[in-house]
């Protein structure tokens, strides 16, 4: 699927178009300076960082599924999980912000209340913080990005807490953006690969899906338009 210029919810989501964090040129690590204080700081700004609107591949991918129970990881202001809970989904969402919690609630109670009704907010920070293992019968990872090796343990967790017969549905951006054009530089190390995330998924006792780089046009930083990539993993765990 490829999407047209400007449609997609994370076409600016990165640090630089933030509130100054100029990437990990100064020697920090990615994973130390995109914590907790970063996020709480970018939304306690003013209005949305994102569309508000739900993910169009978590709407492509998990439109097919009955509703059940489902963790969303970086729920971020909630168009996702607001977007999940108005189709009848019991939705977890997880978020290290308290800010982005916070946001997200007000904006449920607003646009859905009986969506806002059927989601918990829950903050943790996922480096640290891990879900029941077969807890929930869908598992949202839209744009939760983290360095390794806290990556890969977050993988393997998120693939533990997917109940028998759920699903796993991870989505970020593809390390290849960094060629791209699309103002990615120094974020190297928390951009992933299709491997990282099947790496996670045991061999045994699962089906793989869909496991793909999906390409969409944004905007280029000269101002033009290029063409980036989203890994899409989905993988189900057999009844
Ligand atoms: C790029 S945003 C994506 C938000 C949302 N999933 C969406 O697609 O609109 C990444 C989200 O992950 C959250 N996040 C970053 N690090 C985290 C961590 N260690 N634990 C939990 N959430 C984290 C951020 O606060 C942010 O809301």
């Given at each position: 699927m490829t999407q047209t210029t400007g449609q997609h919810p994370h076409d600016e989501d990165q640090p630089e178009h933030g509130h100054g964090h100029g990437g990990d040129q100064h020697g920090q690590h990615a994973s130390e300076e995109w914590g907790r204080d970063y996020w709480e700081d970018r939304y306690s700004a003013p209005g949305?960082?994102?569309?508000?609107?739900p993910n169009p591949v978590l709407v492509?991918?998990?439109s097919g599924l009955e509703p059940g129970r489902v963790l969303d990881v970086g729920s971020g202001e909630g168009g996702d999980a607001i977007w999940l809970a108005g189709r009848g989904w019991q939705v977890t969402a997880i978020d290290i912000a308290q800010a982005a919690l916070d946001k997200a609630a007000a904006r449920a109670a607003e646009v859905d209340e009986a969506a806002a009704a059927r989601i918990t907010w829950e903050q943790h920070d996922l480096a640290v913080w891990a879900p029941a293992p077969g807890s929930v019968d869908l598992v949202s990872s839209q744009?939760?990005?983290?360095?390794?090796?806290?990556?890969?343990?977050?993988?393997?967790?998120l693939a533990e807490a997917?109940?028998?017969?759920?699903?796993?549905?991870?989505?970020?951006?593809d390390l290849s953006d960094l060629a791209a054009g699309a103002g990615r530089h120094g974020k190297e190390e928390l951009m992933f690969t299709i491997e990282d995330v099947l790496a996670a998924v045991p061999d045994d006792g699962w089906t793989v899906e869909v496991a793909e780089s999906r390409a969409r046009q944004v905007l280029a930083t000269d101002g033009g338009t290029t063409t980036v990539r989203d890994v899409v993993v989905k993988a189900t765990r057999a009844s």
């Open positions: 949305l960082q994102w569309s508000g609107r492509d991918e998990a744009f939760m990005h983290l360095a390794d090796p806290v990556r890969a343990a977050l993988f393997r967790s997917v109940a028998p017969g759920g699903t796993l549905l991870v989505v970020g951006h």
